[in-house]
């Protein structure tokens, strides 16, 4: 358990693990869930905004979706106008190292984490009932993808432990979003106890303690208007919205939905 995130080896993690891997020198992680013989699932952007601009720095920020898979030729599985994707871990990693999220934490070790994302107090449901989700997820969509309100973190996270915000969220489950929100949020609302702090030091302890206040009344296992939602009933849910046009749920509902298991390619 690392102050800062818990990297672990490939041969530690199991299925129904919650996994990440930092992308850009640490300025931000991408979450998926380990569902066994070395595949992740995990939630990035449509294969259709993808493929409109590679060009776009602000695409290439979440665009997840491995272009050609030396490994298996099955990597990189999505269905159409979905954003979740299945891949091998070495796409998925990207050469990055791999991080387990831990869940269960105590208070205390929550607040001594220095970035969010890494960890949550809620805890997880069995590993079963986690691949169970994702796999679900795979072949049913989970709406689309947002930065802020339901990212790949959120995704990860609602597969763990099934909870979601009751009502249509202004920010989701993630901690890794509220964290990028919370640095400016607890300057700014710092600045009047700023003036009754006694030199840098006491003003950066005060910022700081505002900072950790927000993460942690953010969190998924503090919030109290979070609640459990079957995986069956998700698309029903008042704070889940999945936008799709009539033709694409028409072609989603004709087409089989059958799934290939990832094989690995003979080595010549």
């Not at 720095?57 to 030729?73: G, K, N």
């Not at 930065?147 to 489950?173: H, Q, R, S, W």
């Not at 901690?175 to 609302?189: F, N, T």
């Not at 698309?235 to 799709?244: A, K, L, T």
Request: proline share 6%; aromatic share 8%; with cysteine.
């Amino acid at each position: 358990m690392g102050l800062l995130s818990n990297r672990v080896e490939r041969s530690e993690i199991r299925p129904g693990d919650h996994i990440y891997t930092w992308r850009a020198v640490y300025a931000y992680s991408h979450h998926g869930i380990y569902v066994g013989g070395s595949k992740v699932v995990h939630f990035t952007r449509k294969k259709e905004i993808e493929s409109s601009d590679s060009s776009d720095s602000s695409s290439s920020l979440v665009s997840e979706v491995p272009s050609e898979c030396q490994t298996f030729p099955d990597c990189g599985f999505q269905l159409p106008n979905s954003g979740v994707v299945l891949t091998c871990l070495d796409c998925f990693l990207r050469n990055g190292s791999l991080y387990c999220f831990e869940y269960g934490v105590p208070s205390a070790v929550f607040l001594a984490k220095l970035r969010g994302g890494t960890c949550t107090i809620a805890e997880s449901d069995p590993p079963e009932v986690v691949v169970h989700r994702a796999m679900y997820l795979l072949q049913n969509g989970f709406g689309n993808y947002d930065m802020f309100e339901k990212n790949c973190e959120d995704f990860a996270l609602y597969c763990k432990t099934g909870l979601l915000p009751v009502e249509e969220p202004g920010i989701g489950t993630s901690g890794q979003a509220s964290s990028a929100i919370g640095v400016p949020l607890a300057a700014l609302l710092s600045t009047p106890f700023k003036l009754l702090a006694a030199g840098p030091l006491g003003m950066a302890t005060v910022t700081a303690g505002m900072y950790c206040a927000g993460r942690y009344i953010t969190d998924i296992g503090v919030r109290k208007d979070v609640a459990k939602v079957e995986v069956e009933k998700l698309s029903s849910h008042p704070g889940f919205r999945v936008i799709e046009d009539e033709g694409s749920v028409n072609r989603r509902s004709e087409e089989p939905k059958t799934l290939l298991p990832m094989k690995r390619k003979r080595e010549r």
